[in-house]
């Protein structure tokens, strides 16, 4: 079956730290894709990465991290020197392709809180 | 700029209503997708449409109904049969790269 677990409801840090939110999946698919989401105060989802199960190297984008793991079946999200406007709802999310189009499900969404 | 326009932001409904969110994208996406979000949960499918007048159950779709006359709209109507509308909805489109989505509509039951 497919599954999302977004096992941290909610992660306070204090701005500089590092923070790591935690994304583990379920697929029978061997082809699929990874997504992390934001969703800031305002309501909209903001994307940030894609990653298709092939392709395991981890990524950097500036602050941002992602590490893909098929061993474990996670992607989990690092925030490098974590800041006031990282404070929002971030979602992992599977996506998986069927016959007519793609079939995606969200895990629960880790709040996250970056005090000053 | 490309993108989804959800309106309005807000919306109030009495019991017994019917209302329509709407859903406008410019992306030239086929697919699109509403999604409902109740707080301390993730997003979970109402409806979808991948393509101009075909439209999908998604795992919530009771007491909703959708339309897809054209490419770029995807309106969604909550009927009074849903038990528990007041949730945030957000419309999303599908592209190459992953969904796009609007800015969402929050409804209130008064």
């Known amino acids: 079956a497919q599954k999302v677990t977004q096992a941290q409801t909610e992660i306070s840090v204090v701005e500089k730290e590092d923070v790591t939110l935690d994304c583990v999946y379920e697929?029978?698919?061997?082809?699929?894709?990874l997504f992390w989401y934001k969703q800031p105060p305002s309501g909209e989802l903001v994307f940030l990465i894609r990653?298709?199960?092939?392709?395991?190297q981890n990524e950097i984008s500036g602050r941002y991290s992602w590490n893909f793991q098929k061993s474990t079946s996670s992607f989990n999200f690092t925030i490098t020197a974590s800041q006031v406007v990282d404070s929002a709802v971030y979602f992992c999310?599977?996506?998986?392709?069927?016959?007519?189009?793609?079939?995606?499900?969200f895990g629960a969404g880790t709040r996250l809180f970056v005090k000053a | 700029d490309g993108g989804i326009t959800q309106s309005p932001k807000y919306l109030f409904r009495k019991e017994g209503q019917n209302v329509t969110l709407s859903c406008e994208q410019n992306?030239?996406?086929?697919?699109m997708y509403w999604y409902r979000q109740d707080p301390g949960q993730g997003l979970r499918l109402i409806y979808y449409?991948?393509?101009?007048?075909?439209?999908q159950k998604g795992d919530i779709a009771e007491g909703y109904s959708v339309s897809r006359e054209k490419k770029e709209s995807f309106p969604l109507t909550v009927t009074s049969a849903q038990k528990n509308p007041t949730a945030f909805y957000l419309c999303?489109?599908?592209?190459?790269?992953?969904?796009?989505f609007g800015s969402g509509t929050r409804l209130t039951v008064v």
């Open positions: 990653r298709n199960s092939f392709d395991e």
């Open positions: 999303a489109s599908r592209g190459t790269w992953g969904y796009t």
């Open positions: 999310a599977l996506s998986e392709a069927y016959t007519g189009g793609f079939k995606t499900i």
């Open positions: 992306l030239n996406h086929d697919a």
């Open positions: 697929t029978r698919d061997t082809t699929y894709y």
């Open positions: 449409s991948q393509i101009v007048n075909d439209f």
